[in-house]
């Protein structure tokens, strides 16, 4: 019953901004789901500017894990839910849920850790489409840029390439945002 709306682009492209936008002139009980773990001070300074960007009128959630089981819990009177980002998400069920040593890792270990995330991502896609609340899930798009020197970087690389392929085949519309302006995939 829900719709998902997939929106891409690159760091500081403007997608996050965009997706706000998007819900902005279309929903009113707005639900943001933030992955983001500030285990810095610039992860710290990019959550408060983003809470200060969308305003008070948004129920925040902050947490990665079981989605489907944590919206069920959250999303009574909401109708739309703002996923950011899927590509942090699958950063901690890489880095915070797995202790490993990613320059010696298996690729039966690898191949482990993306079907599991794999699963989370499908189990999400299944909520919406149960349920009749929306989801915009935003993301970055990592296969423009140089392949990356290190094991972690190319096997994080090949899971969210993954990700990314099947949350914007599933998606009802997807957009590419460059630069601040969205461009519309389908």
């Known amino acids: 019953m829900g719709k998902i709306i997939y929106v891409s682009g690159g760091a500081r492209s403007g997608k996050s901004g965009y997706a706000e936008d998007y819900i902005a002139e279309r929903y009113s009980k707005k639900i943001y789901l933030a992955t983001g773990i500030a285990f810095d001070d610039e992860m710290k300074d990019k959550i408060e500017k983003h809470k200060r960007r969308r305003g008070k009128n948004w129920k925040t959630i902050e947490n990665y894990k079981n989605i489907p089981n944590l919206l069920k819990e959250h999303m009574e009177g909401y109708d739309v839910i703002l996923l950011d980002c899927l590509t942090n998400m699958i950063t901690n069920y890489m880095i915070l849920d797995n202790e490993k040593d990613w320059e010696k890792i298996s ?80």
């Open 107 to 186: 690729m039966e270990e690898i191949n482990g850790i993306k079907r599991f995330i794999v699963r989370e991502i499908e189990r999400i896609i299944q909520f919406i489409r149960e349920n009749p609340i929306d989801m915009v899930v935003v993301t970055n798009e990592l296969g423009m840029g140089l392949v990356p020197d290190n094991y972690l970087g190319r096997y994080f690389r090949e899971i969210a390439g993954k990700i990314n392929q099947i949350v914007a085949k599933e998606s009802d519309e997807a957009y590419f945002v460059v630069s601040g302006i969205p461009m519309k995939l389908k």
